[in-house]
């Protein structure tokens, strides 16, 4: 090496090794205080009166009362009187490349292009509602890695975005593309008829960015020509893929409304469940003994009936919501009452983003508490996204995501409908004030 080469690599080493220097005294470290009337603790349910929550380079360092003398030099203080905190929300099924604007063949109108770039005002309104965490469960092109990838290099606002890019699922299934004649030859992406193809899907979808696997186990509401209790993946399919998926790391979650298709997603190895609107009495207690995730929308039925048909929703859908709706709500009850794990999934892009929140009272009606309903957007939630040393409770070593609500959550849900703070990372995304 000749010296003017060796003076640059001595120059840069000594350059490192200062920089490492100085986050190590935390000389150059960011914090951030921020204080309110109370933290809500969604591990006990109790509250922390008059907090202080220090943030340092976007996670809790600690949680201390207020009035501290030795505050680091130079933190930044965010004070929230009459506030009461609670951690930032997760949402485990959202579309935030789709729009429940433009339902049937409404969405023909506009160009491929077109969702990702509105995905971007979804992904705003969505960390606004105080959702800094979201599992984004089926998109096109891999627009959510896109999105995903733009929100963590600081060029969109957004949640911090799990995705899963294409779901995968059977020729003529939910997630093919039915609604062409055959001389249109249209076919979904991520299609498969055999073990082998759902294994070579899973991989594919890891290679191009997936950090989840999502699986169409049967028929859907708003697809064509099949019914929602409708099994459409065998249940060797279905383990070929979670057997992939579990051994990258990846968790699977399964669109399956059918009981015969719940059952064998859980007999899979499944690890969520979605929607599970007809699950009868076996499917419940093989949940609880497996320890599956139900993940049931229960609000969305409000909206889609209401707007639906305004927004071009066919009525062949319209009329599969109205069938399943009320079953899927007293059985959300059921599986609640005999000790199913539940997590929050709204499958918001079938209703309006950023109204996410709504979904907290329905669950109230049907049996959850409410601490039972802010538990499965956060701690719970965190769990099934084996996620919990990052997200789901406002504790040292998380990231410092925090919402800010009037009133008592504890009694009354609907306040986190209308959150007046959001801090996603221990950045300020949204203060009312």
Known sequence: MNMRIAGVVAAAVAGVALATGAWASGAQARTVIVTADRLLDVATGKYVEKPAVLITDGRIEAVQAQGRADYPAGAERVDLPGVTLLPGLIDMHVHLTSSPLYG??????????????????????TVEAGFTTVRNVGSRNFDDVGLMQAIEAGYVEGPRIVPAAYAIGSTGGHCDSNSFPPSMRQ??????????????????????????????????????????????????????????????????????????????AILGGVDTIEHASLVDDEGIKLAVQKGAYFGMDIYNTDYTQAEGKKNGVLEENLQKDRDIGDIQRENYRKALKAGVRMIFSTDAGVYPHGTNARQFAVMVRYGATPLQAIQSATLTAAQALDRVKDVGQATPGHYGDLVGVKGDP????????????????????????
Request: glycine share 10%; aromatic share 6%; net charge neutral.
């Open 187 to 264: 076919k979904g992406d991520a299609v498969i008829d055999s073990p082998d193809e759902g294994r070579r899907r899973v991989r594919e979808m890891h290679k191009y960015g997936a950090q989840v696997i999502k699986i169409c186990a049967t028929g859907g509401v708003f697809s064509h020509g099949d019914t929602p209790g409708a099994q459409q993946l065998t249940l060797e399919e279905i383990r070929a893929i979670v057997d992939e998926a579990h051994a990258t790391g990846m968790r699977v979650a399964a669109h399956a409304h059918g009981a015969s298709g719940i059952k064998a």
């Open 104 to 125: 049937g063949y409404n969405r023909l109108q506009f160009t491929d292009s077109f969702w990702p770039a509105i995905a971007t005002a979804h992904a705003k309104a």
């Open 410 to 433: 504890l009694s009354d849900v609907t306040v986190l409908e209308h959150p007046v703070f959001v801090m996603k990372g221990g950045e300020v995304v949204k203060r009312v004030p």
